[in-house]
């Protein structure tokens, strides 16, 4: 993959902080509900970050699979983990997931996962 994965997550990581200085009233109304959402509760915050990392691969958001695949990393959770939220995805959202699967599996070398 020409693209760096990692390098990716921190420049659009960068752009929003950016943005959030200049905006901060509106990120931080938008920020609350993730905030909520992704806390534990019946589901785990882990388990929710797999899950949001599998829809965003389903429809293609690269900064959403950078973002989730991180946090999710951060509670914890595994390669195996994750790479069965690839096949998940690749049953569901077909060629076009799979194709954003390789961004996922880009990021995971260069964290060195796989």
Known sequence: MLEKQVELQEEIHGQ???YKAL?????????????????D????GK????????????????ACILYQADQA????ATREEMLE???????LGGTMAAGQATRLMGYLEERGLV
């Open 16 to 18: 929003w902080t950016r």
């Open 23 to 39: 905006m901060p009233h509106i990120a931080a109304a938008y920020e609350e509900l993730p905030n909520q959402v992704y806390s």
């Open 41 to 44: 509760g019946a589901i785990s």
């Open 47 to 62: 388990l929710k970050r797999l899950m949001a990392m599998t829809a965003a691969t389903i429809h293609g958001c690269r």
């Open 73 to 76: 990393l951060s509670l914890g």
């Open 85 to 91: 939220c690839i096949g998940v995805a690749a049953s």
